[in-house]
């Protein structure tokens, strides 16, 4: 299992959110770069950069921020937040983005998703949002009737490298993992999933490794690492000895 260190990006700012109100943000640090260089250092495989920004207004906004997390760091970084066409996906893929995230293009055009997995194999992830088991699109700002099991199914003869599922009622508030709905989404689909939202302890995180049964390829960590109720370190060396790779 996989660690992910987020790089939330608010007006050029490391910000974390409380269920994904824009509203609702706390600024950690004012140097993405510089934070990137920081979960680097401590020895994570990955980076998990989302431009907050570019999801509600439908294209890439943070371009500073993000090209500062590029320059600071060489791990794999993957990005989400308004890449919802080819030429974006294609930009940012040639300016050193190692997997692109799609959302709101994954509900609206899925055709899109299974092109830009032509075009650039093992490079795209789709992003599933959900509140109560159903999909939200462009900066969670709008809900639908589709249930997150039906929108993975889609995907699964695409060559999507992963599926990051959400719950973003526990996003940013400390709740705990949605374990239950994570591994209900992992055993439907053959694609490897990533749980976000809601990672609060050292503790949580090794009951999640016990629970997943190496059926959850990686988490994504946020508010945790920020308030230091995770040490990173501490975190990557429990998860080195058991999970599945994404």
């Known amino acids: 299992m996989i660690l992910f260190p987020a790089i939330d990006l ?47 207004a439908g294209r890439s906004i943070n371009n500073e921020a993000i090209g500062s997390i590029i320059d600071s760091v060489k791990c794999p970084i993957q990005l989400g937040g308004g890449i919802r066409d ?9 300016r050193g983005i190692s997997r692109v995230i799609l959302g709101t293009a994954a509900m609206k055009n899925p055709e899109f998703v299974k092109e830009s997995c032509k075009e650039f194999p093992e490079r795209i992830v789709v992003g599933i949002d959900a509140r109560e088991g159903f999909v939200s699109v462009e900066g969670w700002a ?3 009737d589709m249930n997150i099991l039906e929108l993975a199914a889609r995907f699964e003869d695409s060559g999507v490298s992963a599926i990051i599922y959400t719950d973003i009622d526990r996003d940013g508030v400390l709740s705990g993992v949605n374990i239950e709905g994570t591994l209900a989404l992992a055993s439907k689909v053959e694609i490897p999933v990533i749980a976000s939202g809601g990672l609060s302890s050292i503790q949580e995180l090794k009951n999640l490794l016990d629970e997943a049964r190496g059926k959850i390829a990686g988490i994504i960590c946020g508010r945790a690492l ?21």
């Open 10 to 56: 608010k007006g050029g700012n490391c910000v974390r959110l409380i269920k994904g109100d824009m509203n609702e943000s706390t600024v950690f640090n004012t140097s993405p770069g510089g934070q990137a260089a920081i979960f680097q250092s401590a020895g994570c495989e990955w980076l998990h950069v989302v431009d907050l920004d570019g999801a509600f």
């Open 226 to 246: 920020y308030e230091n109720r995770i040490n990173l370190e501490d975190a990557l060396g429990i998860l080195s000895h058991g999970g599945r790779e994404c």
């Open 86 to 94: 080819l030429k974006s996906v294609e930009h940012w893929i040639n």
């Open 142 to 144: 709008k809900h639908s």
